[in-house]
């Protein structure tokens, strides 16, 4: 019995020793062979993104010898989590890629390192497009640029190309048409339309309701929210009222997975997404049965996107390496690189040399999204990524008040007071910390 | 006449609602392996493929070569296993103690490794973190050992002093009597016995460690380090549902807790009966 005891033990000691044996050690950021390493972390990995990014990284230390780059691809849907464990733990990475939503957020915990200097001494400096780089700035509170965006999305609505040519109608260019077209393209066991009615529904909501109204501010002068402006109520109204009549039943559930599934195994007819989806459809259809058309303009014609629909390059406060760091942003920002990346993602680089390169003229939805991100007429309205419970109030508020929409439990003014309200709570929360 | 309507008895209240329950179970694994060898292309055509026309292993390429399955599923045998083997020494030793010695505090003692289990695990993540980190086991699979152990060990210790209340006394004695030390009886005559309790406190075990996300993720900084839950969790990006290759990675995923299933489902059923009855 001493025996199996001991050799319990024993065994138990050399499995931790082993173990322990790979444990990390702080080592100023440097490999064994005197190289310098810097950790990068990919806040929406997976089998479409990752390759991209290991082929940069390989392009990136062959162009560095000097530098090793160790790339840590994090799940989407708990990207946000797990940068905010290290954050609070004081363990971060050197470079990571951030949601301008986050910004905010991160620059108020200090946990990201100004790069107005770094870009003003770049050549990348007259490159980057200035609306989004602005954007960044005016997010944060003390007006510094903590993220270089390398990509930008933009909501548009995936129409069946095919369908509307054999039904004869137009692809919608205003808010009537889209109703119109909606209700023309309902027949045959088919769908006019899918509502995002699950996890993420209030995003896209939001998006759709300031496209309608044309308003640039999520309050007024006087702190008061646009949320439940009439135009809004109005707007809702005829969009909730397309549940179930032009819409499957199933919508009050549907998230991403579901909403697009029934756009491309052919049961709807227009689903409202962005341009990231393209893969998804481009593998379900020709090209010639599907297309990209910008959410409908406003009234006195105008195309309005939400701003700050972008992704960074942010390096992170506590790197020993910043100067290394700012290369591999520099280099991920570098015409080609920006390009390799959008082009394989489907997204819209924010690189001017790209925009001449000859595979955005040849994809029609990146055209389009061009299109309205070009036009000087376009609305930029600024959500308020500064509330710490932004998020949590679409994710919770939101998405839960649009299912009671949807199954008659409450009204559309009575939601979006309720909306309007949790939000104006937040903003005078937020004004007072701030004092 | 008394024959047939005792057969239709059976039809309508033992065959139809046991094989509702198995359709209604299976359907989804059905569906799953189904996905897992069709086309992407396949996968969201109408009208739906109820088997593939084409099978192929591809998607199952991608995820073991691509997404880097091979790994995440090594990392997770190595944690898995190694929770497994600690638990079950230590919830053993310690289910015997509190079975069969009377201490002050038992009651107590046990009142709180109940307690234990209703901590929400999402608050110990930031502390779990920094106390790993200052133990530079961070990305480290005994970080995650550690605490699989530490969650696991007070419901497996109730769950073993269940099984060693229920085997007499009277054994232990006898083998004294035969001139037996305690660990000697514990080894010779308890541990036979206990077989059925173990494989049900191992596969508890291994399940849970095999499934946890969280933590998992939490507490790893390094690609290489990720264990299965996180790798299926790559499939689904907001832009790249990855039907063929996350159905691939759930069945490879399934893989060992099948096999454990069907070499352990009659001691755990025999486990769980002694449980109760303990």
Known sequence: MKNLLKISLLLMLVAGGILAGCGSKDDGGKTADGKTKITFW???????????????????????????????????????????????????????????????????????????????????????????????????????????????????????????????????????????????????????????????????????????????????????????????????????????????????????????????????????????????????????????????????????????????????KSTKNPDEAWKFVEFINSAESQSYWNEQVGQIPTNADVLDMDWIKDSAHIKTAFEVYDNPQTVLYKPPFYLPDYRSILDNTVDAGTQKVMSGESTVQEFLDEWAKAVEDSEAKYNDAMK | MVNSRSRTNKILFFYLPLTLMFTWTIFPIYWTINTAFKHEGDIVKRPLEYFPTAPTVENFVVAWNNVGFATFFKNSLIVGISTVLVVIVLSTLSGYALSRYKFKGKRSFLLMLLATQFIPRAMLIIPLFIIFKSMGLISNPLSLIITYTAVEIPFTTILMSGFIGNIPRDLEEAAAVDGASKLQSLRLVMLPLLLPGIVATAVFTFIYTWNEFLLALMLTNQQSKFTLPVGLSFMMGEFNVNYGALAAGSVIALIPAVILFAYAQKHLVNGLGGAVKG
């Open chain 1, 42 to 316: 990919d806040e929406n990995a997976g089998p479409q993104r990752t390759p991209i990014w290991e082929k940069l990284i390989a392009d990136f230390e062959e162009a560095n010898p000097d530098i090793d780059v160790d790339y840590v691809g994090l799940p989407k849907d708990s990207s946000k989590s797990k940068l905010d464990t290290a954050i609070a733990a004081d363990d971060m990475p050197d470079v990571g890629s951030v949601q301008t939503s986050w910004l905010p957020e991160f620059s108020i915990r200090e946990a990201l390192l100004p790069l107005d200097d770094y870009l003003a001494d770049s050549e990348l400096n007259d490159l980057i497009n200035e609306g989004a780089v602005t954007f960044n700035k005016d997010v944060v509170r003390d007006g510094k640029l903590y993220g270089i965006p390398y990509t930008q999305n933009l909501d548009v609505i995936w129409i069946r190309s095919d369908w509307f040519k054999e039904a004869g109608l137009e692809a919608p260019d205003t808010w009537d048409e889209f109703f119109t077209a909606v209700n023309e393209m309902t027949a045959d066991g088919r769908y006019g339309y899918t509502i995002r009615g699950g996890a993420g529904g209030s995003f896209q909501l939001q998006r759709l309701m300031f496209a309608y109204s044309g308003l640039e501010n999520y309050f007024d002068d006087n702190g008061k929210s646009t949320i439940n402006d009439p135009k809004h109520v109005e707007f809702l109204e005829k969009y909730f009222d397309l549940y179930k009549k032009n819409t499957p039943k199933s919508d009050i559930t549907n998230d991403y997975k579901e909403m697009i599934a029934g756009f491309d195994t052919g049961v709807v007819a227009m689903v409202h997404h962005n341009i990231g989806s393209y893969g998804e459809h481009s593998k379900a259809f020709e090209p010639d049965q599907f297309e990209a058309i910008p959410l409908p303009k406003t009234e006195d014609g105008r195309y309005v996107a939400e701003g700050g629909n972008t992704i960074n390059m942010s390096i992170f």
